[in-house]
């Protein structure tokens, strides 16, 4: 591999690499606003200045400046190199950068970070961007200085509503125009654009127009200052309390990479940001998977429930246990989740096999819209991961839900224990009540609805588990806050109930669990190629 | 009622001849602090003692581990509580150590002169408690009236008479008073003439004398081979003081004696403490003649030092610079560092690790009571139960200090 010198440090790089981009695959970072690896690179914020040298013999670039020399009160001519924007530079074989050692390059970043700091206003303790802000950063990093202006700073529009998910603030903006060009580049709509020079720039609107595609609060996510914020996440949080473990996005088959940051203290999940993927999101989400964090507190089933009572989990075990025991085994109707992970899925699976059902069904959330980008149209977390998983433990894919409904009808099925909250027809789920169902829920929903006993399952930031996406990459989403109410991981109801029934399970502990789901599924296989595409369910007729 | 003399014959005396297992402490008054003597006495001969320290953990240094470095400094004022100032300046000096900044001179006097009146008041605390103890009670409240004087500039100078947490890295929290230097110079006069007439009460005083003198020895082997630094180590004739020894701050260019003792018994370390006090006041007239009027007290250096209140309610720049120290603490750079200066009763060491971010990875102390304390079953095995009491309070264990 071909490299340059940065700082007396030797730094690899791919042939078109920028200088920056090769720096921080290195480790080493140039300070930058601006520039966004996911992003064209706009060279507007000249934080990245750094000092090129000479080719060996060769005499450097000088431009001729005015220099206050403090002795004499007055300027005098001086001379100094041209400096060059590392986000812009394309790095050479043997080129030599000079950039912290640099005192020219030192001396202009903290003329930019005065500048951009001129007139910006006295926001941090206001601001859902201190804590996490470059400005801040950057302030103590490269300059550390006070202001030379004397005036009265410039005021600007504040809190300019720039649609349902975003907020603007032109006091605080540095015009980076990250935002503008993510819209353009990633997104495809230019709603946003930028107006005026110096001073009086600013981030407009297109006219007639509001910030509202699929996207928007990336366009928060890429602004390195506070000057667009989420409404969601509008003076909700500060960010210093705030604790992130690494997730998996639920919203869609997608799967996105995400950090879910939560509050130890209250143990309340706070925001969902994306977290890096080259294989599956990049550097983005979409504002359905951002904003489906709130799911973990809303909408929750948070106690046991027998015949629409409040009851105890132990109670609601024992009911579970009478109801399901008098059945003939090949009566009882095993229903999967693709919205749960497969730690869940596989507990219930190896329950079936341990009973003797031979053929599972599955269901999920109804399919909504999707796009060329991000958001697929299936919209549930793990189908790839229960298909594999129901194939390999009772060697079918499991049938669709209303398999399950003409099942029931039909008069072949004797009760049923289901996994999971949603299913792709709500009214269709009113037909099980004709057998006893025994729901293991998340939230309230259909299944929480028909199921004569219901079992509170905890939320996938309760509990760490597997995720299967539909590109068949099996992801693994680390556990945030602790179980909600009366909450359990839905396999430890499953195992509960296993003992109840009389049958072992090959786990008695989460690590067992993992292990088993490793003989199951390895991890990292990408599953067949012929995955059922999102939305398609095998139907009884097919299998 | 029945009779109170009883039949002697029936309750015939015996002397005891097994040996007796004697317990003070942990929570006993003659104890300063929770410290626990189990002693086996033959006769009122002490035979063998048992020293336990371990009854006060605060873990000190453990929740030094989940606040910023700045917040370390209340958690150091109650280490040795009788003199919060040299730990506070202690502390600092080894996270500056370890920033590698100094600060501006007229600091580094004021610190001086605060150390050295809270080194006055350790001392007036031992000798003042050790003379209580032996049943002299009017030197104890002239010493005590005296450090009050002491306690009193303490209060017009950090708000807090005994728990000052003034120190900050890269200075202090607040510049002197206006008055501070006449203020002082009228408060050491006093507690040179408070301490002559305590010199004149106790020094002869033939019972004071004799319950010292020849007691509680200890070879200056010995104590060196203990860790004993400090007062202790120099009454027994051994002339350590860190300040002379690795001048920091600016003792190196201040005049003083370090007083040593001959018979390294209580006596010799009343006296040691005596004489150093004195030796105090000669630093402080010293440092206060050349210590500015004017000028920083704090280093310019954004990094370390919180801005002006004023300018933080107004600029962008000093709201960042407070943001950034406040919430996440000000950063040492990653490394250790050991830093040790003289504190009230010997060598007082900071041991720090940082790993980059705002919090303390490890912070150690050595704290020199411990290790004097740990000379206590030395000194005592051997006396007479009664010395036990002017032997313990020569060492002048301090509690917080002990926290291990």
Avoid at chain 1, 35 to 52: D, I, K
Avoid at chain 1, 98 to 118: G, N
Avoid at chain 2, 335 to 362: A, H, I, M, Q
Avoid at chain 2, 380 to 392: L, Y
Wanted: hydrophobic fraction near 40%; charge should be negative; aromatic fraction near 6%.
């Amino acid at each position: 591999m071909p490299t340059f010198l940065l700082d007396d440090r030797e730094i690899e790089f791919n042939p078109g690499d920028t200088v920056i981009a090769a720096a921080e695959r290195a480790g080493v970072d140039i300070p930058h606003y601006c520039w966004h690896p996911g992003l064209s690179t706009a060279a507007n914020c000249r934080m990245c200045l750094v000092e090129v040298l000479p080719p060996e013999g060769r005499p450097a670039l000088l431009l001729d400046v005015l220099r206050y020399d403090d002795q004499k009160g007055d300027y005098v001519m001086a001379r100094k190199p041209k400096l060059q924007p590392a986000c812009q530079l394309g790095a050479a074989p043997g080129m030599r950068i000079k950039s912290q050692t640099s005192e020219h390059a030192v001396e202009a970043r903290a003329a930019v970070q005065e500048f951009l700091l001129l007139n910006h206003p006295v926001d941090c303790p206001i601001c859902d961007q201190a804590g996490e802000c470059r400005l801040q950063d950057y302030w103590l990093e490269h300059s550390g200085k006070k202001k030379r202006m004397k005036d009265e700073i410039l005021h600007r529009p504040k809190a300019v509503d720039f649609g349902p998910t975003i907020v603007y603030d032109a006091e605080r903006c540095i015009v980076c125009t990250r935002c503008v060009r993510f819209c353009d580049e990633v997104v495809g709509d230019h709603v946003l654009d930028k107006r005026e020079r110096g001073n009086l720039g600013e981030i407009v609107l297109a006219p007639g127009r509001q910030l509202d595609h699929d996207y928007t609060l990336m366009t928060e996510h890429v602004c390195p200052v506070g000057a667009l914020t989420a409404k969601d996440f509008r003076f909700k949080a500060r960010v210093w309390f705030l604790r992130s473990v690494r997730s998996v996005c639920q919203g869609c088959a997608t799967g996105c990479n995400a950090y879910t940051d939560y509050d130890p203290r209250n143990q309340t999940v706070y925001r969902h940001r994306p977290r890096e993927n080259q294989e599956v999101n990049k550097y983005w989400m979409c504002d359905e998977g951002v904003l489906d964090y709130r799911r973990v507190h809303e909408g929750r089933l948070l106690n046991a429930r027998v015949l629409g009572k409040k009851s105890s989990t132990e109670d609601a075990l024992s009911e579970a246990t009478a109801r399901l025991a008098p059945v003939a085994k090949d009566k009882v109707a095993i229903l999967l989740s693709y919205s749960h992970s497969s730690e869940d899925n596989l507990a219930l699976l190896e329950l079936a096999r341990a009973l003797g059902v031979e053929q599972a069904y599955a269901a999920g959330r109804p399919d909504g819209s999707g796009d060329k980008i991000l958001r697929h149209v299936d919209k549930n977390p793990n189908r790839a991961g229960v298909h594999q998983l129901a194939a390999a433990t009772l060697g079918a894919v499991p049938l669709d839900f209303q398999s399950l409904v003409r099942a029931v009808e039909a008069g072949r099925i004797g009760a049923i224990l289901a996994l999971g909250s949603a299913v792709e027809d709500a009214e269709a789920a009113v037909h099980l009540k004709r057998v006893p169902v025994v729901s293991i829920s998340t939230f309230e929903g259909p299944l929480a609805q028909a199921g004569a006993v219901v079992l509170p399952a905890s939320s996938w930031a309760e509990e760490r588990g597997t995720f299967v996406n539909a590109a068949g990459l099996s992801q693994v989403s680390e556990k945030a806050i602790e179980p909600q109410g009366e909450s359990l991981p839905a396999w430890r109801h499953v195992l509960a109930l296993a003992g109840r029934l009389g049958v072992t399970l090959p786990f008695a502990r989460a690590k067992d669990l993992e292990k088993v789901l490793n003989a199951r599924a390895p991890r990292g296989s990408t599953g067949p190629a012929s995955q059922p595409a999102a939305g398609v369910s095998t139907t009884e007729a097919q299998a | 009622m029945e009779p109170l003399d009883l039949d002697l014959e029936s309750t015939e005396v015996e002397l005891p001849v097994e040996p007796m297992l004697v317990n003070v402490g942990p929570s006993h008054p003659a104890m300063h602090g929770t410290v626990r003597c189990v002693m086996e006495l033959s006769g009122e001969s002490i035979e063998r003692v048992d020293v336990q320290v371990g009854f006060l953990h605060r873990g000190f240094e453990k929740m030094c581990e989940r606040g910023t470095w700045t917040q370390v400094f209340p958690y150091v004022d109650r280490c040795n509580y009788v003199s919060p100032m040299l730990n506070n300046v202690g502390f600092a000096l080894a996270c500056e150590k370890m920033l590698g900044i100094e600060v501006p001179l007229r600091c580094q006097y004021y610190r001086m002169v605060l150390g050295e009146l809270a080194r006055m008041s350790d001392h007036l605390t031992c000798d003042g408690a050790m003379s209580m103890e032996l049943g002299a009670f009017t030197p104890f409240l002239w010493m005590v009236k005296a450090r009050d004087l002491i306690w009193d500039i303490m209060e017009e100078e950090t708000g807090a008479r005994l728990t000052h947490s003034f120190g900050r890295v890269g200075g202090m929290a607040k510049p002197p008073t206006d008055g501070f230097k006449e203020h002082v110079r009228a408060v050491v006069k006093q507690v040179l003439s408070i301490l002559a007439e305590c010199e004149r009460l106790l020094l002869g005083n033939r019972i004071f004398l004799d319950r010292l003198e020849g007691v509680g020895i200890i070879s200056s082997e010995d104590a060196i081979s203990l860790g004993w630094t400090g007062p202790c180590l120099r009454a027994a004739g051994v002339p350590y003081d860190v300040r002379k020894a690795q001048p920091y701050l600016k003792y190196a260019e201040v005049d003083f004696d370090v007083p040593v003792g001959t018979n390294s018994d209580c006596l010799d370390r009343f006296l040691v403490r005596i004489a150093e006090m004195k030796q105090c006041a000669r630093i402080i007239e010293q440092c206060l003649e050349r210590m500015p009027d004017h000028g920083a007290v704090n280093v310019d250096d954004p990094r370390v030092v919180l801005p002006e209140k004023d300018e933080v309610y107004s600029t962008i720049e000093a709201t960042i610079q407070h943001f950034k120290i406040v919430m996440e603490g000000l950063k040492l750079p990653a490394g250790e560092v050991y830093s040790y200066t003289e504190g009230g009763n010997g060598e007082l060491g900071f041991y720090l690790v940082s790993d980059g971010s705002g919090t303390p990875y490890r912070v150690r102390i050595r704290p020199p009571c411990f290790l004097v304390t740990a000379g206590l079953e030395r000194i005592i095995t051997g006396q007479m139960v009664a010395d036990v009491v002017p032997c313990f309070g020569s060492l002048n264990m301090i509690g917080g200090e002990c926290d291990r």
